[in-house]
């Protein structure tokens, strides 16, 4: 019972070296993304229910559905795939092509955007893609909602005014001279 139970744990989690691979990122920058969606490593993986619901996938995820652990497409593998330019899938990405329908991709940093196969093969033929993700359920990560990297209403942490000397410069200046 004990192997069993082992098998159905690992099926439930996805290494960092294939989750590397479906992403088409390497391992660290896996790790890096897990760390900014706030999936924790359990044991020898991640949870691919949490990855799939980060996705913005509907429930019940589909994580055992045939194909659906195919590689990621970045900008360049989703131009060979449609037959267009780089160019072009980048403006769609960006929302700046005539064309707004090639939407729901995934922001993993500033010039890191990927896309599901299956839905590039619903976008080329013009059907609904085999399975429903929304952007809305995406996390705000991977909809390019970045959080602020800096605090500004922490007034400790803001330079003190110019021409005033705080108590620690002080220490290291040397004493006035007398007069």
């Known amino acids: 019972m004990c192997s069993d139970q082992s098998a159905k744990d690992h099926a439930l989690?996805?290494?960092?070296?294939?989750l590397s691979e479906f992403l088409n990122t390497s391992e660290g920058f896996?790790?890096?993304l897990m760390k900014n969606l706030d999936i924790?490593?359990?044991?020898?993986?991640y949870p691919r229910l949490r990855i799939f619901a980060a996705l913005g996938f509907e429930k019940p995820y589909p994580i055992h559905a045939p194909g659906i652990w195919s590689t990621l497409l970045d900008a360049p593998a989703a131009a060979k795939e449609t037959g267009e330019s780089e160019?072009?899938?980048g403006r769609m990405y960006?929302?700046?092509?005539k064309d707004k329908s090639f939407t729901n991709f995934l922001r993993f940093?500033?010039?890191k955007r990927m896309i599901f196969p299956f839905e590039v093969e619903a976008w080329l033929s013009g059907t609904q893609p085999k399975f429903v993700r929304k952007n809305e359920l995406?996390?705000?990560f991977l909809r390019g909602e970045m959080p602020p990297t800096h605090q500004t209403d922490n007034p400790r942490h803001e330079p003190a005014p110019a021409g005033t000397r705080s108590s620690a410069t002080a220490i290291f200046l040397p004493p006035k001279a007398a007069k």
């Open 13 to 18: 989690l996805i290494s960092t070296k294939d």
């Open 30 to 32: 896996a790790r890096n």
């Open 40 to 45: 924790p490593k359990r044991g020898k993986g």
């Open 87 to 89: 160019k072009t899938i």
């Open 94 to 97: 960006e929302g700046a092509h």
């Open 109 to 111: 940093g500033p010039r």
């Open 138 to 140: 995406m996390h705000p």
